[in-house]
């Protein structure tokens, strides 16, 4: 430690701490632009000049490491008009458009030219122009000509993003910052570069113009399109989300949110919404009031029940929903009798599922990891700030390997990987199951045949046998897979011999908490066998939420009744269903989100519930009643998160899984894989406008190719091929991916084109169309 003396204050700081550390231990605030504590460090802007005793000029506290007895003066005579001089010379080419400027009321500029600013410039001089530029949807480059060089976008590009999209061409009064030879901002993780932006120059497209921050209300919220659980505040005006910008909370997300947790505010307020009661009569859908359609939907419960049995009842349910919805829909179906519930929407395969899968430690101890397998993830997409954590870790030292179909590129130096049709990744994960046992002289698990282990293999046993602190991860595709409970148990088996934590990364904003409240049992396979006479659906839409749509469509056609609670109205929705109750979004009701580390965060409404929709824990609550269920008899969400989770839920949480392995053999053709599309996961996501024109949302219309089969049909990038899969065929623009492992096609789930195909995995035929 080296202790320093500050504004004649002492302070202890780390050797090799700057100026600008030592200010923030003691809460001294040093004006600076350039400066952020998650970045490197530039010392461009100067605004941070502060005077140290002996030195001949003052210095830049971001980039002055501290010495020991050095003397600091923040605020000196000498410090303050350092200051003061690079504030008129920041303010030499500054537009003064401040009243039509978005970043107007959270301007870092503004409020320092307040302090350290003159009432008037010496300079007469015309002031530079910057042309803007179009990036894409989400971020405006209109003002440029308002940026002062701080590169800090530049940087976050680089360190946290993993991909430099944005950099400083030019010198001196030249200089400006812009994308490479024309092209889009295209990171999921881009909308950052707003928050950062120390003035007007990078704004919210999207938000642009639509309000001033001092209109705005706003509340602590929770984003559930992942399973995160990352922090956010939610702006509203006139009872409508207008912005959802980041919250600081460093165990969890840190300062960052990706751009569908910025930018799905933007389906909240779709034209899709529902705020009526509707039931199909005659094949036409008829609005109606709450008393009518609850006593409808109660009566074709009981009569169902009655005349069918409890089992042909169930019900299916988004992992968007909250803990009181999930607790109550479970308590629902149980009451009625039947075991037919469900959330895990697109995993086929649950035989000795864990249950309750989740992280298997805190999310903050990603950062300090130093081996990682990763075991079928589209983990960039999937789970955007998790991979910035552990990007930004194996600058520390993490090793990061990955067992996958290949394609996706994470941004992130891997040690070892290997890229397999899903149909061998059995015998790839067994691989490396046999290196390890072989290390540690133990048994493999009954099931695994390995003739031989493949280098990369042996790669990454060594590596996890060498970590200190390590964890196998089990990704999106593993979880869908056909041999989802194949796959765990190798992964828990590598685990423990290596000393590894076991995790899952769940899929959906509350997938830990429907395990916690007992809303899975059944599986998806079973609620959609054909059997179910009536089948409740909330948050769902059949054919973007479920494994097999044509499966799915079939299933729900064969039921007596389909109940829906939805916000939204979708043309398969109104096709299967025959009552829809309109229900409030997260944004409009008290609701309990559990993230993949096991935290429970309640989130309070932004905004009131619109026109004549119903929070969900208050519909299912109504239900219970009409059909004469003990325990329902709640007055506040409260009541039923008390009821759902216990005080000690933690001790619920549990990554063991009792499965046996089962051999796989290999396709002898070419097979799918899906990932689900990041900007297709949920009702909200589906209706944002500015996602849906991203480059990653129109990748979720195009079929994925590698490299071999690319030449083999002769495609040019964009070129149509027919995919057919079941003896259903749907034409597709061809992309280029040449990291695609050999015999395999990406086709995305939870779009209107895979709709018209068969399950996420299996046999396919592309021909050029």
Partial sequence: ??????DGKAVEVPQGSMVMHAANKIGTYIPHFCYHKKLSIAANCRMCLVEVEKAPKPLPACATPVTQGMKVFTHSAKAVEAQRSVMEFLLINHPLDCPICDQGGECQLQDLAVGYGKSNSRYEEEKRVVFHKNVGPLISMQEMSRCIHCTRCVRFGQEVAGVMELGMV?????????????????SELSGNMIDICPVGALTSKPFRYAARTWELGRKRSVSPHDSLGTNTTIQTKANKVMRVVALENEAINECWISDRDRFAYEGLNSADRLTTPMVKQGGQWLETDWESAMDYVARSLKTISAESGPEAIAALAHPISSSEELHLLQKVIRGLGSSQVETRLRQTDTQGAASAPWLGMPISKLSELDRVLVIGSFLRKDQPLIAARLRTATKRGLQVARIDAGGDDWLINTAANISVA??????????????VAKAKSVALPAGISVSSISPAAQAIADSLISGTTSAVLIGSAAQFHPAASSLNALAQFIAAQTGATLGFLPVGGNAVGASLVNANGAGVQSVLSGERRAVILMNIEPDADLPNPQQARAALAKANTVIALSAYQSPDLLEVADVILPIAAYTETVSTYVNAEGRAQTIQPAVKPLGDSRPAWKVLRVLGGLLNLD??????????????????????????????????????GLERVS??????????????????????????NQVGIGQQLFNELGLKEGDAVRVTQDGL????????????????????????????????FGPVTVSKA
Avoid at 1 to 6: A, N, Q
Wanted: charged content about 20%; hydrophobic content about 45%.
């Fill in 631 to 668: 325990g329902f008899l709640f007055n506040m969400p409260e009541e039923v998160l008390g009821e759902a989770l216990p005080e000690d839920y933690c001790k619920l949480l549990n990554n063991h899984v009792s499965a046996s392995v089962q051999a796989s053999a290999a396709s002898s």
């Fill in 170 to 186: 030019n010198r001196g009064e030249h200089s400006e910052i812009t994308t490479f030879a024309g092209q889009t901002i295209d």
């Fill in 675 to 700: 990932d689900v599309n990041i900007y297709s996961g949920d009702q909200i996501i589906r209706r944002a406008p500015a996602l849906q024109l991203t480059r990653d949302a129109k990748r979720g």
């Fill in 1 to 6: 430690m080296v202790e320093i003396e500050l």
């Fill in 422 to 435: 899903p149909s061998l990744w059995i015998n790839a994960l067994g691989e490396v199951a046999s290196a």
């Fill in 729 to 760: 065929s749907v034409d597709l623009p061809a992309s280029l991916e040449s990291s695609l492992a050999n015999g395999v096609i990406r086709v995305s789930a939870a779009t209107l084109a895979s709709a018209k195909l068969g399950s996420m």
